[in-house]
Structure formats: structure tokens, C-alpha cells
């Protein structure tokens, strides 16, 4: 796999959300940045080069954290892709009492770009993802931003996160930048967006209709889709077996152990294979920071799902059969 920065669509990236040790405003220590540090490496060696950041993970740590990795690393500034994300305004920020919400608005996207750019210690940003959905959103505020953004060099491309096939089509007509990615929530437990692919014009209440076509909206848009919790938080890799969850994620994570024993691979394999079955090759953005679990998991890239496995694990997962 190239690690040029010009290649936007490798099979995996590494999620660092949690590389700044903990969700508070506690200063990093030495050993979270040891630990941080030590899940970057291991990325690295399986051969991932874009790495997907949010402003507020760990409370702009997790940034802080791969800003130093990057500083003693800039001579190798392009062989990276950084990715980050903004929008997302947790809550008693900046007071107490205020709610957590979102904000796309011109002056919160300028200031949240600065900010990255400054925790990370570089000059600019491969790619800027919208967090999530404002409903207050101005479009024209945006556009404004990722005009300016983009002449002054500070982002080269952009793109959004959960956001629907209409909220994509609002933006883009303000925009002038594409749009190229969608980081949306998918793994064998969360198929949502594509269950309408099966579950259209269906009566029966366990089918519904709860998708609006966003995979192959995104497909036919030429939108890149990236899949986040791809690992399903380990309901399908072990947890489950110490967790009360319900039935159908019990059968599973029964299921997915027994294709690992079978393909002689890790589950964490199994399941990042059944996500680059999909045809979309939708990106799971890995975010473990166990450098095993990490490459257990970038095992995924060598298993080959045939039809009626993956369509296996997809139908016990889900709870049901197909129409």
C-alpha cells in the first residue's frame, strides 16, 4: 500500500481517538503519551498512513498527541494523511450549565481548523470533516469557510460525518468544494443504511424501511464512505461474552468466533473483512489503541468473504431473515 498522501482510499485507517489517554481536561501524562505514541507505531507498521482525529477527542488531546509524533516527524509530513473533524461542542463548554450541541457556523469552523492546526503541529490538514449535523446549519457559512480554508492552504479536502443523502445535497449546492467523504457508523451490529437495500415496500415491522438510500447515494456521488465503531465497541471480538446483550448479538459473536477458528484468523479479523465485502469498499476506521487488537484486526485485509457468509453473519446479526 502506497503511503503517499495523495492516496485517499486505502483499505484502512486508524481512528485516534483515543490516543490522549482519557475523555477530561486532565493534562496528558507520561505514560498516556507513551501509550498513544505506541498505537501510532503499531499503525505504522501494518501499513496505515491516514489517521482520522476529531477536535474534541480527549478534550483535544488525542491532537496534542499526534502533534508531537508529527513534530518529530516533519520531514515525513506527506507521507501522512490527517484527517480531522469539527462541529461537536461538548457539554459546560465553554461554561457550566451550557448544553453539549453542534455548530457549523463560519466563525466555529474557522476557529476549530486553527485549533487542530496548532495541536497538531502542522501547517494544514489532508482532509476537514463536518462532525455532525447542525440543524442551524447556513450553508452559505460553510461554503465561506471552505472557500477560505482551501485558498489559503489550510485544508486540501473535505467532507462530512452522519450526514444524510439531503443534508449532503444542501451543502454541496452552496459549496464548491466537493464533498468526498461520509464517515458514518457501520459494522455486522449497525447496518441501518443499508437495510433498506432488502427492507423496501416491507409490512412486516421487524423489516422497516429505516435507510434512505445513503450507500448508494454516496456510490453514485463518488463520496468515499468511512465506517466508524467498526468493530462494533467488541460486542462481536469477546465482550459479549461478559456482557448481558441480547440475543442476536450473542448468536453473532457465536458466529464470528466460529468463521475465526475456521479461516484460522482473529474475530477482529472476521469482522473488519465482512466490512470491505461490501462492495462500496467502505473504509472501517480502526480505533483500538491495543497495538495487537490493531493488528489482529488489519488481519481483515487478507480474508475473503464469499457471498453466503457474509450474508450469514449480516442475517444473525440483524435478527431475522431477509425478505
Known sequence: MTTSATNYSPPLIYGCMMIGGAFDAAPL????????RAAIEAALECGLSFFDHADFYCY????????EFLRDHASERDRFVVQSKCGIILPDQP????????DLSYHHIMGAVEGSLRRLQTDYLDVLLLHRPDPLVEPEEVARAFDELHRTGRVRSFGVSNHSAAQ?????????????????EYNPLHTVLHDAAIHANMRRPEYGNPGEGLIEYCRLHDIQLQ?????????LT???ESTEVEPRVKRAAGYVAKLASELGASREAVVIAWILRHPARIQPVIG???????RAACDGRRLKFSREE???????????RVP
Do not use: C
Not at 60 to 67: A, D, H, L, N, R
Not at 95 to 102: C, D, N, S
Not at 288 to 294: F, I, V
Open 29 to 36: 501524562d507520561d505514560a498516556q503519551r507513551k501509550r498513544g
Open 60 to 67: 483535544g488531546k488525542s491532537e496534542t498527541s499526534f502533534g
Open 95 to 102: 461554561e457550566k450549565g451550557l448544553p453539549g450541541r453542534f
Open 168 to 184: 449532503i445535497d444542501l451543502l454541496q449546492a452552496y459549496i464548491d468544494h466537493p464533498l468526498r467523504f461520509n464517515q458514518i
Open 227 to 235: 465506517a466508524w465503531a467498526p468493530l462494533a465497541k467488541g460486542l
Open 238 to 240: 469477546g465482550k459479549a
Open 288 to 294: 483500538t489503541t491495543n497495538p495487537d487488537r490493531l
Open 310 to 320: 457474509w450474508y450469514q453473519l449480516y442475517t444473525i446479526a440483524l435478527g431475522h
